[in-house]
């Protein structure tokens, strides 16, 4: 099986991720330069959760609690 060849230069980023990095250290750990919680929102406000778009409950109870 051939080896993957190295890409070259970063990767494309969203604008509001400009300056992004992560990596993996030596004890397996998760490290980033973007705090989690700002990464999170990011994502709820950009990326559709799959799991969830089939659901009629979650639809019923935003417009519930758009109502109150």
Request: aromatic share 4%.
């Amino acid at each position: 099986m051939p080896k993957k060849k190295p890409q070259k230069g970063k990767p494309e980023v969203h604008d509001d991720l400009k300056g992004f990095d992560i990596k993996i250290n030596e004890f397996g750990e998760i490290v980033s330069n973007v705090k989690v919680d700002k990464l999170n929102e990011f994502l709820d406000e950009n990326v559709e959760d799959k799991k969830l778009v089939d659901r009629d409950d979650l639809e019923e109870s935003s417009s519930s609690q758009e109502e109150e």
